[in-house]
């Protein structure tokens, strides 16, 4: 079936860029997003990208995007402690029905 | 804009009891959703609405819990009798309808179950 995979933790230092990783499984997906939950709060969405899309960049956020390996990637660059965060992959399966990936914290060391 | 909003924001309980959480999502939007997160298991989908109307509520775990959407601002999530294996956060989230449209999350209730 469906599935999303993320690595559970990712630590860099302050000032560096920090790469989180996600594969998915479902070649059909039209959009796939990231959301950010900081503690005690809901998931925010960050940004999204369509299928036929290579790479997306949104000021420190790039997104990249490998259809033929089923691999996304969110870069964000001079990583700062505000960053940390779990944040969340998920794929579009249906008109409505999101696929989740389990999640990764960014752990953000001085 | 207002987000979606739930109430309360945090609930600890004995089992047995009723549980009511409430959310109001974005206005407009017309598709609405019952998450719950937990270390183990994640963000499982419980229910989703369109229109007011349940159109899958495949998650939900059993029959001791019940959604309503009475109308297009309002929507509640019941647990009745609670256990402590429904401890959790509760996300509500909601959305317009189209292809690109996403979710958008409230801030959760945190419940507890003693």
């Known amino acids: 079936g469906e599935d999303v995979e993320q690595s559970l933790f990712l630590s860099v230092r302050e000032g560096d860029s920090s790469v989180i990783n996600c594969t998915y499984t479902?070649?059909?997906?039209?959009?796939l997003y990231w959301y950010k939950q900081e503690p005690g709060a809901g998931l925010q969405l960050l940004t999204y990208?369509?299928?036929n899309m290579d790479m997306k960049q949104d000021q420190r956020l790039t997104v990249l995007l490998n259809k033929k390996d089923k691999h996304l990637s969110l870069r964000i660059a001079d990583t700062q402690t505000g960053d940390s965060a779990i944040y969340f992959c998920?794929?579009?399966?249906?008109?409505?029905?999101?696929?989740w990936g389990a999640g990764t914290k960014l752990i953000i060391k001085p | 804009d207002a987000g979606v909003i739930q109430s309360p924001r945090h609930e600890v309980t004995e089992m047995g009891q009723e549980v009511t959480l409430r959310c109001k999502p974005i206005?407009?939007?017309?598709?609405l959703f019952w998450y719950r997160q937990t270390m183990m298991r994640g963000l499982e989908l419980l229910i989703y609405?369109?229109?007011?109307?349940?159109?899958?509520d495949s998650g939900m775990p059993e029959d001791r819990f019940s959604a309503k959407m009475p109308n297009a601002s309002f929507s509640t999530l019941k647990i009745q009798p609670s256990e402590p294996r429904d401890s959790a956060v509760y996300f509500c989230?909601?959305?317009?309808?189209?292809?690109?449209?996403?979710?958008?999350f409230g801030d959760g209730t945190r419940l507890s179950i003693l």
């Open positions: 989230a909601s959305r317009k309808d189209g292809r690109n449209q996403p979710q958008h």
């Open positions: 206005s407009g939007h017309n598709s």
């Open positions: 609405f369109n229109n007011n109307v349940p159109i899958d």
């Open positions: 479902d070649s059909s997906s039209t959009y």
């Open positions: 990208i369509f299928s």
């Open positions: 998920a794929e579009s399966q249906s008109n409505y029905q999101l696929i």
